[in-house]
């Protein structure tokens, strides 16, 4: 019975783990387009070099 709740404890960390991983991944992923796409925006030449 004890195994089956450091189980249970394990999964419940993980799972958090995966929703942390997935949303920094996100956030990051979308910043990369926004970053260029805003100084595109603005007129910022720096990317054209």
């Known amino acids: 019975m004890n195994g089956d709740k450091a189980d ?23 910043l990369w387009l926004l970053v260029p796409a805003t100084a595109a925006w603005f007129g910022f030449d720096f990317l054209a070099h």
Request: glycine share 8%; no cysteine.
């Open 8 to 30: 249970s404890k394990r999964s419940q960390w993980m799972s958090r783990l995966a929703q942390a991983g997935f949303w920094f991944f996100l956030i990051k992923g979308l």
